[in-house]
């Protein structure tokens, strides 16, 4: 895998490179580390910095707006409050490069503004532009005619207004609690008696759809905001008190949940008690309109303990651009989307009307979104309806609404069989949608488990027990990603199926391990958290080492989501001096550092953001020749390791390790359309090739990889048993479900 050029870098506030004079050993200097959530906000920033490409359709730019907006609320509730928590209750806890909670605070704000600005400039310069061109707008009331205005009027008073409350903030009328990312409208009032409101509030309805649907000549849609309704009323709203400014703002809050498995009694009451109490949260991030008076906000600030500095966010256009996205829907111009994708059900399973068969002839991989998870939904739902499976047991961690996992894991329940689910809880932002699915199953008869004390299971495994003429037999399957039917459809991640003994063995040992704390002497083929995964993938790293001092072949090349622990690292630092060739897929943040001379030139760095969300966990170890592959769930990072249940698991059948190798992780390295490349000053810079390279978009590959495998036929298959739209229907036909012989 060749090493691409860097073209201009996007600016950051990630410490400079400093020079690193020791080989052969890794220094102690703590710059050797970039900071985890400066990195995390420069992965967000390429996640931006498709919205301001012109490559990108006009649609998937707002699109790309709105997924940086979610994905910095959520760092804000999480991460920004757990550093706020350290400084308020004076807990000191210093990451690997050093900084403390104070400085990465101020780092974070210097940046987060930076950024609140480039998406600003975003949506006003570039994006609203471009939709006002194709005809959809989000239009201000002057802009608006006469009669339109009028229109508005009068729904605003039948429709809208009974639904809102006004609240005028004096001693009788307390400042109210403000929900969580809710948008509000804030009003300042001219006064001279202290006895009177200085400020009043109207919140925002979530009942009621943020853009109002207008008529406007030259506009195929047209909407104004419901904000800016809002403010057009504020004196009829508060006739005796006159305005002299109204805006739109909205506190962000400590939404993380904070639990002692050890004190409470009960998991499931436990977390719906904390569910209900981090809607009050502490703020930790003030949003308001660039119309807000300087007074208003210190005001607010003051209010909800907030530091103007840090945490106070004027933004000059308009706030939640993610509630934008709708007035989108259902245009149908393909010259303004992302092409029309559906994820193509390839051989061998689509072909099969016999799962179990087909999967002891051989192991069977799926590379999601690319291929269709129906097949996994499919394979349940056969293990459900098959009189000869007398077990099923599944962890489920992110299952989605209206989960047919989860129905038909309720169907093998009713149907007599032993069914279990580990039902993880505590899935942040999932964990009201899991206590639903938990109540469920439970109704049905499924045996309802919560995982270990202390831990998350984070592992997506699923084993069924089939009796057959020679015995009981398992069936595994095991993925890099959630079992959610939604999120497979927009993450990309690898799941394998797989009939062999030793894993079927290994996954009753998980199983037993989830549901009565009883673990294994030894584990044949997969690897587990806490259960050693730390230990092994420092020990594959090692291994590397020593096959590279000894002349052999050592290269690694690793595919994750994140890279934060620091031991992992500072092994990959000695496997780079040691002459290893590492080749680093990080979607997300990466602490490392590369390209560091002395520490860290034998290591590159990649980061690929386009359609679909880079998910899959694979491992690449050269050993000698022999390419050790494997896949998993978890990510290097101290949490995977020592916090939550995990699983690796070995890609052992020879095609298919090819496949992963040659098909999957090194078309990634070849991307230069989507790809960015980490510098050691920890700045990422687009992938330039050189001219002569050809134009590579490993996403578009893999979709053209899965629709010409689609049309391969399995061996044995006749041409009349295999169907592509427009082909008559097919004769295969025993499943319950439909055949899915088609692409999809």
């Known amino acids: 895998m060749s090493t691409p050029h860097h073209s201009s870098a996007t600016s950051n506030s990630l410490p400079a490179q400093v020079p690193f004079q020791k080989r052969g050993a890794i220094t102690d200097d703590p710059a050797r580390y970039i900071n985890r959530e400066l990195s995390w906000l420069e992965f967000n920033a390429r996640v931006l910095s498709e919205a301001a490409s012109a490559d990108v359709p006009l649609y998937e730019r707002l699109k790309f707006l709105a997924i940086y907006s979610t994905n910095l609320d959520e760092f804000f509730m999480v991460r920004a409050a757990g550093l706020q928590a350290q400084v308020t209750s004076r807990v000191h806890e210093i990451p690997p490069d050093g900084m403390t909670a104070e400085e990465q605070l101020l780092a974070i704000s210097v940046r987060a503004h930076e950024l609140c600005d480039i998406q600003t400039q975003i949506w006003r310069e570039q994006v609203h532009p471009a939709l006002r061109e194709v005809g959809i707008g989000v239009l201000r009331i002057e802009e608006l005619p006469d009669e339109a205005v009028a229109r508005l009027d009068q729904l605003f008073w039948k429709d809208i207004f009974p639904v809102l409350t006004p609240i005028a903030i004096d001693p009788v009328h307390p400042f109210p609690h403000l929900r969580n990312r809710a948008l509000n409208v804030g009003i300042m009032f001219e006064t001279g008696n202290p006895s009177e409101p200085t400020f009043g509030l109207v919140q925002l309805p979530p009942s009621l759809p943020r853009l109002v649907p207008v008529e406007v000549d030259g506009y195929r849609r ?38 002692d498995d050890e004190e409470g009694e009960d998991l499931l009451l436990t977390i719906q008690a904390e569910l209900r109490r981090r809607e009050r949260g502490h703020a930790v991030r003030l ?18 303990d907030l530091d103007p500095a840090l945490d106070l966010y004027q933004v000059g256009g308009p706030l939640m651009l993610e509630n934008f ?29 016999d799962f179990f068969k087909t ?21 349940v739902n056969q293990a459900a309806e098959d009189p000869n499976v007398l077990a099923i047991k599944q962890t489920l961690y992110r299952t989605g609404g209206e989960s ?19 039902v993880e809880l505590k899935a942040r932002f999932d964990e009201a949608s899991n206590i639903q699915w938990a109540h469920a199953l439970e109704r049905s008869g499924v045996n309802v488990m919560y995982g270990l004390l202390g831990f998350k299971t984070h592992a997506k495994v699923l084993l069924v027990v089939r009796r057959e003429s020679d015995g009981l037999r398992r069936y595994v399957h095991l993925a890099t990603g959630n079992y959610n039917q939604q999120t497979a459809r927009l993450y990309e991640d690898i799941s394998l199926f797989t009939a062999r003994e030793d894993m079927g063995e290994d996954a009753t040992s998980l199983f037993n391990l989830l549901t009565g704390y009883s673990a294994p002497d030894r584990w044949n083929q997969l690897v587990t958290a806490p259960l050693g995964l730390h230990e092994a993938v420092l020990g594959l790293i090692h291994r590397e080492i020593n096959h590279a001092k000894q002349g052999k072949p050592a290269r690694i090349v690793a595919k994750m989501n994140a890279l934060v622990d620091a031991d992992v690292i500072d092994a990959l630092y000695l496997a780079g001096q040691a002459g290893v060739k590492i080749e680093l897929l990080v979607r997300g943040i990466c602490c490392l550092r590369p390209q560091v001379p002395g520490l860290s030139e034998n290591i590159v760095v990649h980061a690929v953001i386009d359609r679909f969300l880079e998910h899959a966990r694979i491992f690449l170890f050269e050993n000698d020749g022999k390419h050790d592959l494997f896949c998993g769930s978890a990510d290097w990072m101290p949490r995977n390791f020592r916090r939550r249940v995990e699983v690796m698991f070995p890609i052992l059948d020879p095609e298919l390790k090819a496949r992963v190798r040659d098909e999957i992780l090194a078309v990634m390295a070849r991307d230069n359309a989507k790809s960015w490349v980490l510098g050691s000053d920890g700045r990422y810079t687009r992938a330039d090739w050189p001219s002569s390279a050809p134009r590579t978009r490993s996403q578009e590959q893999f979709v053209e990889d899965a629709r010409a495998c689609a049309h391969r036929r399995s061996p044995g298959i006749q041409a009349t048993e295999f169907q592509v739209p427009g082909d008559p229907p097919s004769p295969l036909g025993k499943l319950r479900r439909p055949p899915k012989n088609r692409v999809r």
Do not use: W
């Open 222 to 259: 047209a909407f104004i905001t419901l904000e800016n309704l809002i403010i057009r009323h504020v004196e009829r709203m508060f006739p005796h008190l006159p305005s002299i400014g109204s805006f739109a703002f909205r506190v962000t809050r400590n939404f993380d949940i904070e639990l």
């Open 287 to 304: 949003e308001v309109s660039g119309s807000c008076p300087s007074l208003a906000r210190d005001m607010l600030c003051q209010e909800h």
């Open 325 to 353: 996205t709708p007035m989108v829907r259902r245009d149908e111009r393909k010259e303004l989307s992302d092409a029309p994708f559906s994820p193509a059900y390839v051989p061998p399973l689509r072909d099969s009307d």
């Open 359 to 379: 999967i002891r002839k051989g192991d069977v991989l799926l590379h999601h979104p690319y291929e269709s998870f129906e097949a996994v939904i499919d394979f």
């Open 404 to 422: 047919p996992l989860v129905r038909a894991l309720q169907r093998a329940a009713e149907l007599g069989k032993q069914v279990t689910a580990v």
